[in-house]
């Protein structure tokens, strides 16, 4: 992963921040991106999916309601702002200035970084009431932010996800899983890359983590298409 970042920058397609797994892109990464998002968009085109773009922050109360602080508190990434008097805005501005911790002049705003594009769906869905027969397919897009600081540059902080989720029965659900692997597979072999389709787990927290990662592998709830990156092990 070391080598393949230093590639990155020595190329120009990443512009270092000074903190690990958060980049500036170049207009060529973000002309091939966009390549691939067009491309994803026409394979799409016919599912008439709802399409929306979210902001990269949501409201804390949709993290606590969905389990996610539960789940992933190791991940999570929460915004904080300043609400004091003069006195302590000069006090933190010295702090900062000398590098030395401020943070205890700051409060939390009731806003958290988005985790995932999907997260914002489902209280959106449940607010609509009742799901039709047929149900519902929602196509949403965003910078997300997990903090996982890391050297290895397919393993970023701030990173773009392009989402579809399904919503109606659990056959309706089941069968379109089942079809997107064979799509998906499809879709980037058609670009030169043959990827292994494989059971997952999300990276839960502890002890009780460790259980819910097992039942995920165990009954093939979560899929992965993968394939190696610079010589590195499946990605």
């Keep these: 992963p070391e080598s393949f970042l230093g590639e990155l920058v020595d190329i120009g397609l990443f ?4 903190v690990d797994g958060i980049y ?9 991106l966009g390549a691939v998002d067009e491309l994803i968009m026409r394979e799409t085109a016919g599912d008439q999916a709802e399409v929306d773009q979210i902001p990269p922050i949501l409201p804390r109360t949709t993290l ?5 602080l539960t789940s992933f508190p190791h991940l999570a990434g929460s915004v904080f702002g300043f609400e004091g008097d003069e006195i302590q805005a000069d006090e933190l501005g010295t702090r900062a200035q000398a590098h030395e ?3 205890e002049y700051l409060e939390s705003v009731g806003l958290m970084l988005l985790p995932a594009s999907c997260y914002p769906v489902y209280p959106w869905v449940a607010a609509a009431g009742p799901v039709a027969s047929e149900g519902r397919l929602i196509d949403v897009q965003s910078y997300c932010f ?14 773009r996800q392009h989402e579809n989720v399904r919503v109606g029965s659990a056959e309706q659900v089941a069968d379109w899983h089942r079809d997107w692997v064979r799509r998906g597979t499809e879709l980037l072999a058609s670009i030169g890359l043959e990827t292994e389709t494989v059971p997952a787990s999300d990276p839960f927290f502890g002890r009780v983590g460790r ?8 009954q093939g709830l979560k899929l992965e298409l993968v394939l190696p990156i610079a010589g590195e092990r499946p990605t």
Excluded: C, K, V
Excluded at 15 to 18: D, E, Q, T
Excluded at 211 to 218: C, D, G, I
């Design 146 to 159: 997990r903090h996982e600081p890391s050297r290895n540059p397919t393993r970023l902080q701030m990173f």
């Design 101 to 103: 911790d401020w943070s």
């Design 64 to 68: 606590e309601q969905t389990g996610y």
């Design 211 to 218: 259980m819910l990662s097992a039942n995920q592998l165990e």
């Design 15 to 18: 512009i270092p921040s000074g």
């Design 24 to 32: 500036g892109r170049s207009r060529a990464f973000e002309d091939a």
